[in-house]
């Protein structure tokens, strides 16, 4: 059963990077130490946003992040006050590596999901774009984790360099016990944005032909699949999350951004001072956001426009929907 899931201004969203630091050094690496800073944050800090957040929302999901989180050495207090805090769900991402023993740190009933990275079906694919030796650490990480009695997702960022693997997963997923699997789509930013002229984002074809059928494959072993909608018809809604969900992206030099498109330019709607969130001045996101283009999503357009058509008339083909649009497949 397919669903598109829309969004909802009753949960909040909350994208905390507690570090930029981690062991590895992925191709495509999102992180932008310039931007995003390149300290780890005090406990206490940790703990003084969490409470602005809980504050804010009753229905928050916190999902921590990095670099890799569990380098930081107090993540598990982290959890342990999202969780006194009244979070609705706490998920860590990680690149499998699971520093300083979290998880005998942490139990099944603090944390909902213990998310893991792999980009790639082989050893060899995955490798490449992740580094030598990621691809066993994170497979030990995920038998370790479900050992233990953690729920686990998987995330999987689609480029030219491992579409052709995407459908090697199934089986790969099965046998580990997955319970959630995440299809991404490579955003252009980061590293992948210093790759220039390089053609990472898979042809909108290649997407639709190949995308929906491994996600209902997948799907029918029983696992939830989560893949952005990416492309919209010119007579489907379009809607920019920024403006009518309530998704935070938190950095730790302050900056809050609502768009993870924006992330590679000083564009944050809110920034934390002395612990105190606050709006910025114009120009920022919010500015973005309000354009209406008939190519849908406006940061798509400026950032990744090789992904958009148009017809002899110069009108779009079809729209890019907002990158945080999903669809959920379940079997
Ligand atoms: S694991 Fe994540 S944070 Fe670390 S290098 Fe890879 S993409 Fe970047
Ligand atoms: S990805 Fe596009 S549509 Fe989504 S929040 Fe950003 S600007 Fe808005």
Same mark, same amino acid.
């Given at each position: ?193 210093? $790759?220039?002229?390089? $053609? ?132």
């Amino acid at each position: 059963m397919k669903k598109t899931v829309t969004f909802s201004k009753d949960a909040t969203n909350i994208f905390f990077h507690i570090l930029t630091n981690c062991n590895l050094k992925c191709r495509h690496c999102y992180i932008n130490p310039e931007q995003h800073g390149e300290k780890s944050l005090p406990s206490e800090t940790i703990e003084a946003w969490l409470k602005v957040f809980a504050e804010k929302s009753k229905d928050a999901n916190v999902i921590f992040l990095g670099g890799e989180p569990t380098m930081h050495p107090d993540l598990s207090l982290a959890v342990k006050k999202a969780k006194v805090l009244g979070y609705n769900s706490i998920t860590i991402d990680t690149n499998g590596y699971l520093f300083n023993d979290i998880l005998s740190k942490v139990t099944p009933d603090d944390v909902d999901y213990f998310s893991f990275s792999l980009d790639g079906a082989t050893r060899q694919t995955n490798d490449m774009i992740r580094g030598k030796g990621c691809y066993d650490k994170c497979i030990a990480g995920i038998q370790k984790a479900i050992t233990k009695g953690f729920h686990t997702s998987l995330i999987y960022t689609v480029s030219t360099d491992n579409i052709l693997e995407l459908d090697l997963m199934a089986p790969l997923l099965e046998d580990l016990g997955i319970n959630r699997f995440f299809i991404q789509v490579i955003g252009i930013r980061g590293k992948s944005a210093e $790759r220039g002229r390089e $053609r990472l984002q898979v042809s909108r074809s290649e997407w639709l032909k190949i995308i929906p059928v491994v996600a209902n494959k997948i799907a029918r072993l029983g696992i939830t699949v989560i893949y952005p909608k990416v492309y919209l018809s010119l007579d489907e809604p379009f809607e920019c999350a920024g403006l009518v969900a309530e998704n935070y992206f938190i950095f730790p030099n302050g900056r809050v951004y609502r768009c993870p498109l924006c992330e590679d330019f000083p564009l944050h709607s809110k920034v934390f001072k002395d612990n105190i969130l606050l709006n910025t001045p114009k120009i920022n996101e919010y500015d973005l956001f309000e354009l209406n283009i008939p190519e849908g999503c406006v940061m798509n357009k400026l950032i990744q426009p090789d992904n958009l058509s148009y017809k002899k008339d110069g009108t779009p083909e079809y729209k890019v929907a907002c990158c945080m649009l999903k669809e959920e497949v379940r079997g």
